[in-house]
């Protein structure tokens, strides 16, 4: 087969997906700038994928529905989760990842191959278990029984470490003798050359905690602490329900996470490809 004519081939198939994922969003956003009667008019024709005609019509939706519900506070909330658990995870991962790469003591392998077992163990087998800990706690109810079940996940020590791993001893070796510690060297050495860790970390921890549904549906009773998922049932299922209005604040929801990935993108390929540590 031509050169030419199997690029050609690959670059229709791979235009032809994209299209397939991106037709979902085209329609959520379309639809969250028409007026509810016109939703499902032309489905027929091109015009199923495109605004109102009336571009006072386009924002209108927005402003009923922020007018309906407390948007603002359910973002607030969703952006104090989301960035919490991001800083969390990233550090507390991190420490771990780092213990299991470059320190020796009693254990190390069974425990480091007991946390590749959970790996395979579905969230919801444990869920049960962690609201059974939170209730001990006395934190129901609160945003830091939103926050700590989430900040330690055994993927990101696994890909903490791989990463640790790759950096040099000898480089390690030259800054104790300069009388680094180990927190020195945690800090300002081994952290800062594995920035597509850092990256891959930040921004699938970052995805999952907006995401959430189920554990802050579980934990929280106050609608004020609700973050932005929760809220989008609440919004879906309270009387009327109007289409546009849902499709707007799902697209409110998506948002942030284009805005994550477009600009970690380059990271986290080097990241989930283990592509190196930063190291020239």
């Given at each position: 087969?031509?050169?030419?004519?199997?690029?050609?081939?690959?670059?229709?198939?791979?235009?032809?997906?994209?299209?397939?994922?991106?037709?979902?969003?085209?329609?959520?956003?379309?639809?969250?700038?028409?007026?509810?009667?016109?939703?499902?008019?032309?489905?027929?024709?091109?015009?199923?994928?495109?605004?109102?005609?009336?571009?006072?019509?386009?924002?209108?939706?927005?402003?009923e529905?922020?007018?309906?519900?407390?948007?603002?506070q359910?973002?607030?909330?969703?952006?104090?989760?989301?960035?919490?658990?991001?800083?969390?995870?990233?550090?507390?991962?991190?420490?771990?990842?780092?213990?299991?790469?470059k320190?020796?003591?009693?254990?190390?392998?069974?425990?480091?191959?007991?946390?590749?077992?959970?790996?395979?163990?579905?969230?919801e087998?444990?869920?049960?278990?962690?609201?059974?800990?939170?209730?001990?706690?006395?934190?129901?109810?609160?945003?830091?029984?939103?926050?700590?079940?989430?900040?330690?996940?055994?993927?990101?020590?696994?890909?903490?470490?791989?990463?640790?791993?790759?950096?040099?001893?000898?480089?390690?070796?030259?800054?104790k003798?300069?009388?680094?510690?180990?927190?020195?060297?945690?800090?300002?050495?081994?952290?800062?050359?594995?920035?597509?860790?850092?990256?891959?970390?930040?921004?699938?921890?970052?995805?999952?905690?907006?995401n959430?549904?189920?554990?802050?549906?579980?934990?929280?009773?106050?609608?004020?602490?609700?973050?932005?998922?929760?809220?989008?049932?609440?919004?879906?299922?309270?009387?009327?329900?109007?289409?546009?209005?849902?499709?707007?604040i799902?697209?409110?929801?998506?948002?942030?996470?284009?805005?994550?990935?477009?600009?970690?993108?380059?990271?986290?390929?080097?990241?989930?490809?283990?592509?190196?540590?930063?190291?020239?």
């Open positions: 087969m031509n050169k030419k004519l199997k690029i050609s081939i690959e670059y229709f198939f791979l235009i032809l997906l994209a299209c397939i994922f991106l037709f979902p969003m085209l329609w959520m956003v379309v639809s969250s700038m028409k007026p509810e009667g016109e939703i499902y008019l032309d489905m027929d024709n091109i015009q199923a994928l495109l605004p109102s005609l009336d571009v006072s019509q386009w924002f209108l939706t927005y402003k529905l922020f007018s309906r519900f407390s948007i603002p359910y973002v607030i909330n969703s952006v104090i989760y989301a960035v919490t658990i991001t800083i969390g995870s990233i550090i507390v991962n991190a420490m771990a990842g780092f213990a299991f790469a320190f020796e003591f009693r254990g190390k392998k069974l425990l480091f191959g007991l946390l590749l077992v959970l790996l395979i163990v579905p969230v087998t444990i869920i049960i278990t962690q609201f059974t800990v939170a209730h001990t706690l006395g934190i129901l109810n609160s945003r830091i029984a939103v926050v700590l079940p989430m900040i330690g996940n055994m993927f990101f020590i696994y890909l903490f470490r791989n990463f640790f791993k790759a950096v040099p001893e000898e480089i390690i070796e030259s800054v003798l300069d009388g680094a510690n180990n927190w020195t060297i945690f800090w300002k050495i081994v952290l800062p050359m594995s920035k597509p860790a850092v990256a891959t970390v930040g921004t699938l921890s970052f995805i999952a905690s907006w959430d549904y189920l554990w802050p549906l579980m934990v929280l009773t106050d609608t004020e602490k609700f973050p932005l998922q929760v809220a989008i049932t609440n919004i879906n299922t309270t009387e009327p329900v109007y289409t546009n209005q849902v499709m707007a799902l697209t409110i929801s998506t948002i942030p996470l284009i805005i994550v990935y477009i600009v970690a993108q380059k990271y986290i390929l080097q990241g989930l490809g283990g592509s190196g540590t930063g190291i020239k």
